[in-house]
Structure formats: C-alpha cells, structure tokens
C-alpha cells in the first residue's frame, strides 16, 4: 500500500504540509518555480501542472524520510548544506530548476535522506 501511496501525487495535500515545514521560499526554490506560484497553487487558485506535481511529491518524500531524524528549522538546513555524498553540493543545488526525480541528482538526494531515516544523529 505504501508504494502505491508513494507513488501518487497529491498536490492539495503536499502544498500546505510542505509550505509549513519548509516556507514558501524555500518549496520554490526547490519545485523551480516562484514564489507567487507558490502561493497560487496553496490558494487553489490554479491547478498545478503536472511536472511540478511530480517534483512537489517526489520532495515530500525526502522530507518525510528527514522527519525522522530532523525537526522543521533541521530539515529547512539540511537542503542548504553541501554534502559529501552529493559530491560537495547541496540538496538544494541539486533540485533547483527543471529537475525530474529520476534524474542522477534528485536521486542521490533521495537516497542520502532515506538512509537518515529513524537515524538520531547525522
């Protein structure tokens, strides 16, 4: 069932969890897309595309894998700090802009968060 789950965005849900964990700015910056879209798609004024649905799912995710090891102000550092399994960059760096999760940087991102899932310290 969780795969299943896992596999299914659900963008009315993930808008508002997202924005409360990680801001506005930062889900922006991490989709690729504005702020003020941002907040569009929280208002339910527009429908988000599918592409973006894709990488706002594929984020939660990563963030529900951080949960376990991270509160929100750790989770919120974590995308900016650059890391050795990820070559020296940030997750941050390597989800900004026109990313698709099975693309080679989402994906060690994903991994590098998973294995600190249930993990007390990093």
Same mark, same amino acid.
């Given at each position: 069932?969780?795969? #299943? ?50 990488? /706002? ?28 399994? /990820? ?7 390597? /989800? ?16 590098? #968060?998973?294995? /600190? ?6």
């Amino acid at each position: 069932m969780q795969g #299943a789950l896992g596999e299914s965005p659900v963008p009315a849900t993930e808008w508002p969890a997202l924005q409360e964990v990680l801001g506005a700015e930062l889900l922006a910056t991490l989709v690729g897309i504005s702020a003020s879209s941002v907040r569009r798609y929280l208002a339910g004024a527009r429908a988000t595309p599918d592409a973006v649905a894709v990488r /706002l799912h594929f984020l939660a995710l990563v963030v529900a894998d951080l949960a376990g090891a991270y509160n929100d102000i750790g989770i919120r550092r974590w995308f900016g700090r650059a890391r050795k399994r /990820l070559g020296g960059s940030s997750p941050a760096q390597l /989800l900004g802009g026109d990313w698709w999760p099975d693309d080679d940087g989402p994906n060690r991102v994903r991994e590098l #968060a998973a294995s /600190l899932a249930g993990s007390p310290v990093t």
